[in-house]
C-alpha cells in the first residue's frame, strides 16, 4: 500500500509518517520499482499501535520502548508496568492542574454577574490587577542580589 492509503487507513497525516520513520518508530518500507514506499501490513499495526498511544499521551520515547517489547514478546513486562505508571502519574498531574485551572475560571467568571460595559467588566479588571501582580513579583525578584547575600530581600538605603 501506498503512503496516502497508509495515512487513510490509521487516520496518521502523511508528514506524521514520514517523521516515525525518520526517528525509527516505524521501520523505513520497501520501494517499488517507481519509487514510491511500499507498505505492508505490518506497517499498518505497527503504526496503528504508536496512533493508539499517541491517543493515550505516551511520549514517543515510550512507544519506542513499547515497541522493542512488541518484538521481544519474552521480555518481562515490569518496564512497561513502569511506563505506564509514570504516564498515569502525568496525567494526574495534569489532571489537578486542569482543575485548578477551572477553579481560576470559575472564581474569575464570578467576577461578572449581569451584563454591562467593558470598563465596568469585574472580569477584566480581574485579570488586569493578576497580570500587575504577576509584573510586580516578577520586578521584585529582578531586584534581589545573586551573590548569594540577603537572598530575598531588597536591599537597605
Keep these: 500500500m ?3 492509503e497508509l495515512a487513510k ?6 508528514e506524521t509518517i514520514r517523521y516515525y520513520e525518520r526517528i525509527g518508530l516505524l521501520p523505513a518500507p ?4 517507481n519509487g514510491y514506499r ?3 501490513q505490518a506497517h499498518l499495526e505497527r503504526l496503528g499501535f504508536i ?4 491517543a493515550l499521551d505516551i511520549p514517543l520515547a515510550d512507544i519506542a520502548r513499547l515497541l522493542e517489547f512488541v518484538q521481544d514478546p519474552s521480555a518481562e ?3 512497561i508496568d513502569q511506563l505506564i505508571d509514570t504516564q498515569l502519574a502525568r496525567v494526574r498531574a495534569r489532571l489537578a ?11 474569575l467568571r464570578r467576577q461578572c454577574g449581569a451584563p454591562h460595559r467593558a470598563t465596568d467588566c469585574g472580569i477584566l479588571h480581574e485579570l488586569s490587577a493578576a497580570a500587575h501582580e504577576e509584573l510586580d513579583g516578577e520586578l521584585t525578584a529582578a531586584e534581589r542580589p545573586t551573590d548569594g547575600g540577603d537572598r530575598g530581600r531588597k536591599a537597605r538605603t
Design 51 to 54: 496512533r493508539h498511544c499517541r
Design 77 to 79: 513486562c515490569r518496564e
Design 9 to 14: 487507513a490509521t487516520r496518521v497525516d502523511v
Design 38 to 40: 511500499s507498505y505492508a
Design 97 to 107: 492542574s486542569l482543575q485548578a485551572l477551572e477553579q481560576q475560571l470559575v472564581m
Design 2 to 4: 501506498k503512503i496516502g
Design 30 to 33: 520497501a520501494r517499488a520499482h
